[in-house]
């Protein structure tokens, strides 16, 4: 009987939130290439039917939900609609969370509205899907996998409290391996550096690009399918012992692209 190859999910079901664009959508068709049934979920349901296109592609089993995880009863239903398809989640990726343009400003000037957002989307409700996942791991295990940042863990201008809640995000990954991890539930996450997507292009200058590539080692800016490979080694059992860990994927690079670009525009005008 041939073995399975290395990193295979074949037989496992894995549900990404946020499926339909960027790093999402990298990450499920990293999945369907591994072999899983795979669940994507959004706000919006034409990037999810462009990814799910893209699934059919690859000859995969895969469901579509839209909705919102801030809303009331959405992440039951993503669990609901998921285990009545597939009887079972093997693996759930956190990947929903933001902030937009109208969020971003000076921390002296950030008002609750502008923090309550980006909190939310990117903590409590990570939070709360975590949680929702576990409970459907009970008894059978799984892996959970939380998209983190950088700005978790460094300086984060103009967006403090996006830094601040992907902290948090770090911070719950550690306690949930901790606490979950006798059951059977791993739980790790993934910190991405600056990662070129639909929005991201649309939006960086060149100049700005320029300044970014300059502090990456490996001279270039991430794409999605840097991260989705990541994914599946942490989905699989391959990775079965490990847990409570976030990991770089960033190019080499230890300068936060917020912080360049905050001293690139304060510090312009200074003579040296």
Known sequence: MME?????????????????????????????????NVVITGRSPDPLLDTARELGALGVDHLVIPGDITSPGAIDEIV??????????????????????????????????????VVDLNLKWTFFAMQAAARAMVGRGGSIVNL??????????????????????????????TEWGHLGIRVNAIAPGVVLTETSQSMTNPSRRRRQIETVPLQRLGVVDDVGPLAVYLLSDESSWVSGTVIPVNGGSRIPIGLLTYLHHKNKDVEV
Do not use: H
């Not at 959508?25 to 072999?35: E, K, V």
């Not at 009545?84 to 609750?112: K, T």
């Not at 978790?152 to 770090?170: F, L, R």
């Open 148 to 177: 983190s940042s950088r700005s978790g863990s460094m300086p984060c201008p103009p967006t403090a409290q996006y830094g601040a809640a992907k902290a948090g995000v770090d911070s719950l990954t550690a306690t949930a391996a």
């Open 80 to 117: 609901r609609k998921t285990e009545a398809r597939f009887g079972a989640i093997d693996g759930w990726v956190n990947n929903a969370g933001s902030a937009s343009a109208g969020d971003v400003g000076p921390m002296i000037d950030l008002d609750e509205g502008q923090w309550d957002r």
């Open 4 to 36: 399975q190859p290395m990193f295979s999910l074949a037989d496992k079901t894995v549900v990404i939130t946020g499926g339909g664009r960027g790093i999402g959508r990298g990450i499920a068709r990293a999945c369907a290439r591994a072999g899983a």
